[in-house]
Every structure is written in C-alpha cells, then in structure tokens.
T-cell receptor, first 114, second 117 residues
C-alpha cells in the first residue's frame, strides 16, 4: 500500500532556483527518508529524519518534518541541471517488528533547466 | 548502485512462462528486499528477507516467490500466476536490523526491466 503522497507530481525550475517537494503520510512513523532516482536507475538515499526531529540539513538539502500534520518537505537550494531526477519520500512505521520496511510515496519529478 | 548487481538489465518473456530475476550483493548486508515500480509510481514491496533461510511477504507478494539460501543472493521468481508482471524490479539491501540511521538506509541495485508479452 502507498502511504505517502507527494506534491507536486512534477516540478520544473531554472538552474539556481530552489526546489521544494512535499510528502504526506498516514500512520505514525519511526523515521522518514528521501531518495533520488535518475531515469531508469536504482534509488539513492539522500537523508533520513527521525520522528523526534523537526529539521535536518545535508549540503544543499534541507528536510523538515511535522508529525502533527504527518508531512515532510525536501528543499534543494541552488538547483543544478544534475539535480534533475525523481524524488521519493519513504517512511518506516513506528514500533512493532517492521524490520525497517519502507513505504514509498509516488514521487516528484524534478526538472532543472540550464 | 554500489555493490548490488541485478541481471539482466532488460528481460523479455512470453506470457505463461516463469522468470527468475537475479540479485547479488557484496556489501555483507543482512537484509534484502524486492520492490516493483510501475510507470509514474512509487515502489511497492514484494518480499523481504532479514536473514538467510528466512523471508516474509510484502504488500504485493501474490504471483512471486523468493529464496535466500546465501547471504549474498536473493533471487525473485515471477510466476505465471502474476497477472501483470511487466514492470521495473528493484532489489535493495539494508545493513542490519539495528536502530541507527545507517541501519535504516536502504541501498538499491540498478534494476531489471521485465516485459511480458
């Protein structure tokens, strides 16, 4: 089942602009992760934010988490053409024996024009 | 895509035939996962394995089977019972069952695109 919904489904910007993608989820989580997928390739892990964290940074990436609204956002600053890819949020459920199972959103397709 | 190999990259089969997708890892990771991705969609979990000789069904296991006889290998068989097998299949690994951030990260192979006609 797909827990996450991402918004927007597609985003087109110019190089140098910031890109913001949003993710909503339905159940309580242990953590939320963002992954990147270049066309026709596997996914690459970008960043993880735990349920007790509100904001996290990694290079040009900034992730926020609002557990009261069950939502997260990924901000990519100063976008480059090489950032063109699909971006997915994925959640690990809270408690139990989830074995770290990830539930993915449907993704945001980001296109950065040179 | 690191130390995860999926072969072949493209696979074509006739309807009614079983087909096995290969996934091999040299990361010494404990857990392995199979996901299916349809166009414009996110990933859906088919099967996962935490340790050798043990595996569990994911959200869409019907029509699929797996084995985990070796730590390095987690092959997926798409059987003729799978109604709509044409998709992009991704294998992933996870280091261990710990609770550190590094333990939760999954590493993905390059994928196999299966077309059944």
């Amino acid at each position: 089942s797909q827990q996450g919904e991402e918004d927007p489904q597609a985003l087109s910007i110019q190089e140098g602009e910031n890109a913001t993608m949003n993710c909503s989820y339905k159940t309580s989580i242990n953590n939320l992760q963002w992954y990147r997928q270049n066309s026709g390739r596997g996914l690459v892990h970008l960043i993880l934010i735990r349920s007790n964290e509100r904001e996290k940074h990694s290079g040009r990436l900034r992730v926020t988490l609002d557990t009261s609204k069950k939502s997260s956002s990924l901000l990519i600053t100063a976008s480059r053409a090489a950032d063109t890819a699909s971006y997915f949020c994925a959640t690990v459920p809270a408690g139990g024996t989830s074995y770290g199972k990830l539930t993915f959103g449907q993704g945001t397709i980001l296109t950065v024009h040179p | 895509d690191g130390g995860i190999t999926q072969s072949p990259k493209y696979l074509f089969r006739k309807e009614g035939q079983n087909v096995t997708l290969s996934c091999e890892q040299n990361l010494n990771h404990d857990a392995m996962y199979w996901y299916r991705q349809d166009p414009g969609q996110g990933l859906r979990l088919i099967y996962y394995s935490q340790i050798v000789n043990d595996f569990q069904k994911g959200d869409i296991a019907e029509g699929y089977s797996v084995s985990r006889e070796k730590k390095e290998s987690f092959p997926l068989t798409v059987t003729s019972a799978q109604k709509n097998p044409t998709a992009f299949y991704l294998c992933a690994t996870r280091r261990d069952g710990g609770v550190s951030e590094a333990s939760y990260e999954q590493y993905f192979g390059p994928g196999t695109r299966l077309t059944v006609t």
